[in-house]
């Protein structure tokens, strides 16, 4: 899920521009920056023209006066986009890849005087013009740690980041089942345009005649959402799950304000909500009322009904699931919409779980006002390692004027909008030829049939795991939604083995853990997706019955509780060496536990490490790890 990491894909890549470069190469790219801004500083200057600040780093304001205009519409005209900075200024901003051609035109442009750059970057070093204020000066060595100093070739660094890939269990290994999360397919055909110069050479707020294509797709892709969605109105500037919650709840509030009722303060959630629901009410000044679960998982209608008309002078909204994250349709869904209606209520969809839905069913159909779309989710952008995410809103009509706006690109939200929950208008419409992608090519019988075979996977899935792991809820039928709860909790006091266990374990088999003590305490939560293959499947199948089956040698009293493959997992190579091999199992039974493991063997890296530690101490990787004192291997 993306809830703590949707920018952590953007992070890596900058610290990794940050491993390439080093602090030598940082400090070089740097310097010629500055140094190219104030060579254009310089020109600008010595044609009697004045700076805003005599202070900068890589970015100039200009007073030009009532030059600025036509100067901005003939730097326009030769391919510069430059700042309207207020009337009369201009701001210019200078990066790595400019070029002192580039100054010599820009200073034409501002001055009508063919400047040679060269001879002022020396009239600037005579002068100390470009010194930039000493009190501004950083003199403590940056980035001293080991990893920024030794991959600066591309040979180096491709191996570099090749070590570290292969540490990871991700989709090219394996399916990866975390319930929730949808780990669908990013197919090589959606994500190719994403590399295109023409969508990723493009500053968020270029004047819009220069994003024709962007306004296109995003309109495109609006409407299709609508259509799947029932909704009437999108809105694409959230960057995740979360910030749609956040967007959605701000909207439902401006609503109730604007017909005199921001009284309306009590989001009512389920019990079996996901994490982010009771945060993003809270965020929002509102009072989280829980409302009970039955003992198959489902709403409580009756505990609903009474709260629902307890707070009904107070009530903003309800957070809703569906299906719920306990992968079960709830066929209550509807009269429990109503009865918040009945009271006053809005509906919050969280539209995690839309893949289950899509041509089957809609946000809007079952009763929901507003709901979010992760779009990295169930329209096909990666994540998981970090997103980017894209959350866009949909909401009913009633709603759509308080979405979200932005101030410097006005026609991306409504008039009277909510002001900015992102810095950029629509979100990160980078990513966005990804799910854009994804529906053209599906069409409206393919994305239904993927609803389809997502849920039947689930079911194939639960049928074939229940008798081993039994499923926590199901529908009336006996049937799950597009993703399955198997309860580990009875295996737990039976033999001491938790979740945890099966979850490191399956790594040795070369998975990668369903969603572990989400969103009940002491199960896992599988969700397959439509991507995956019945030869996949029957492969997590196998594995997690041979799993079982270990477990029933420690039922059996054959392995010790405390000395067994599942409590020692996972198994590294430096185990499988092990000159001492004292374990009631055997190596191979360590390693190669099914014959089909050995042909593509997924070799974990470290031994068990103890998650809740790493939550919830801070510590520091500053010292070069080799004298970390082993305790942080690498
Ligand atoms: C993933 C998820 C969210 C949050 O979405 P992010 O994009 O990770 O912020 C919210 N609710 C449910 C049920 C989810 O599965």
Redesign the pocket.
């Known amino acids: 899920?993306?809830?703590?990491?949707?920018q952590v894909l953007l992070a890596n890549m900058a610290g990794m521009y940050a491993v390439y470069h080093g602090p030598h190469g940082l400090r070089t790219i740097a310097g010629r920056i500055h140094r190219l801004a104030a060579i254009l500083a310089e020109g600008v200057r010595r044609a009697g023209m004045t700076l805003i600040s005599e202070c900068f780093f890589d970015t100039l304001r200009v007073n030009l006066g009532s030059h600025a205009l036509p100067t901005y519409r003939a730097a326009l005209e030769a391919g510069y986009n430059l700042r309207q900075v207020s009337p009369g200024v201009i701001g210019i901003a200078v990066n790595e890849k400019t070029t002192p051609t580039d100054i010599t035109r820009l200073i034409k442009l501002i001055t009508g005087i063919n400047a040679d750059p060269y001879r002022l970057d020396e009239q600037v070093r005579q002068s100390g013009e470009d010194d930039l204020p000493a009190a501004l000066l950083r003199r403590d060595a940056i980035l001293t740690h080991p990893v920024f100093n030794s991959h600066h070739t591309e040979h180096a660094m491709l191996r570099y980041l090749k070590m570290l890939q292969e540490r990871d269990l991700a989709l090219d290994r394996s399916m990866i089942s975390l319930g929730?999360?949808?780990m669908k397919l990013n197919a090589a055909s959606e994500m190719m345009p994403v590399t295109w110069r023409e969508f990723t050479d493009i500053h968020p707020f270029v004047p819009l005649d220069q994003a024709e294509g962007y306004l296109q797709m995003i309109g495109e892709l609006e409407n299709w959402l609508q259509a799947i969605t029932g909704f009437d109105a999108i809105c694409m500037q959230p960057n995740?799950?979360?910030?749609?919650?956040y967007a959605g709840l701000v909207t439902i509030a401006r609503y109730h304000a604007s017909r005199g009722e921001s009284r309306r303060k009590v989001c009512l959630i389920p019990r079996s909500?996901?994490?982010?629901?009771p945060a993003t009410a809270q965020m929002c000044g509102m009072r989280v009322v829980v409302v009970d679960c039955d003992e198959s998982g489902n709403i409580d209608v009756d505990d609903l009904a009474a709260k629902a008309a307890e707070y009904a002078d107070e009530l903003a909204c309800l957070m809703l699931?569906y299906p719920s994250?306990h992968g079960v349709f709830e066929e209550s869904v509807k009269a429990v919409c109503e009865r918040v209606h009945a009271h006053g209520g809005e509906v919050y969809m969280?539209g995690?779980?839309l893949n289950a839905q899509v041509g089957l069913t809609s946000p809007a159909l079952i009763g929901a006002d507003v709901s979010?779309m992760?779009l990295?989710?169930t329209f096909c952008i990666p994540?998981g390692g970090g997103?980017p995410?894209m959350?866009p809103i949909g909401v009913k009509a009633h709603l759509a004027p308080f979405l979200p706006n932005h101030r410097v690109q006005p026609v991306s939200g409504p008039h009277a909008g909510q002001g900015a929950v992102s810095a950029a208008p629509w979100g990160s419409p980078a990513i966005l030829p990804i799910a854009w992608m994804y529906i053209a090519m599906m069409g409206g019988s393919g994305l239904k049939r993927a609803s389809e075979v997502a849920i039947l996977n689930a079911n194939y899935l639960a049928s074939r795991l229940r008798d081993d792991y039994p499923v926590l809820y199901a529908g009336r039928h006996g049937r799950v939604a597009h993703e399955c709860i198997l309860d580990v909790r009875p295996l737990k006091a039976a033999t001491g083995v938790s979740e945890i266990d099966i979850a490191k374990r399956l790594m040795d088999y070369g998975f990668h853990a369903p969603t572990v003590s989400f969103p009940v305490a002491g199960t896992m939560m599988v969700e397959p997706t439509e991507s995956e293959s019945k030869a996949e499947l029957d492969r997590f199948i196998d594995a997690m019955r041979a799993i079982r089956a270990e477990i029933r040698l420690i039922e059996q009293g054959h392995w010790p509780a405390d000395d067994n493959p599942l409590r020692r997992a996972p198994h590294t190579q430096a185990d499988l060496v092990e000159t001492d091999w004292q374990r009631p199992y055997s190596r191979q039974q360590a390693v190669f536990p099914l014959p089909c493991v050995a042909r593509n063997k997924f070799w974990p890296s470290v031994n068990r490490v103890d998650d809740v530690y790493g939550d919830r101490h801070l510590f520091c990787a500053c010292t070069p790890l080799d004298e970390a004192d082993g305790q942080i291997e690498v």
């Open positions: 899920s993306n809830i703590c990491t949707s929730s999360c949808t995740s799950g979360a910030q749609g919650e909500a996901h994490g982010t629901n699931t994250t969280d995690a779980n979010h992760n990295h989710k994540h997103g995410g959350g």
